[in-house]
């Protein structure tokens, strides 16, 4: 439909061609890594199923939170902006963020130089504080 039919059929609001362009960009964005979130997912359950140790926690915790997200998402745009609809996606992105971030660092440790233990506690401090910080406002 083009722009002049949605503005005609729904004149209360606009089509506001930047703001769809930026919403559209982040939806395939969002649906890009959801996907690779879904790949590393059932990648880590089959090398677990073919007896190779990997991690679990981290990818099935990302699967979760993505499908979260999406569901968030959509509140966001059918509930018209609530904040604290907009707050929790805001969480959950930092939180999906978070896991990535732990899932690099725990995969790759030996290349830090650190043992799993000391990372994961920084992990954890650092998602408590982005956390706190991003819910206090």
Known sequence: ?????ANQAFPERPLEKGKAWKEMIHRYAAET???LILFL???????????KPGQLLAP?????MVIFQGI???WT???LLKPVVVTAHLLGGMIILIL???????AFHPLFGCKSSKITLWIVASVALVFAQIALG
């Not at 990535?100 to 725990?106: P, V």
């Open 60 to 64: 099935n915790m990302l699967l979760v």
């Open 1 to 5: 439909m083009p722009a002049s039919q």
């Open 33 to 35: 890594l959801g996907l």
């Open 77 to 79: 745009v059918t509930w």
């Open 41 to 51: 997912t059932i990648k880590s359950w089959v090398l677990r199923a073919k007896g």
């Open 100 to 106: 990535l971030y732990w899932l690099t660092i725990t």
């Open 72 to 74: 968030l998402g959509m």
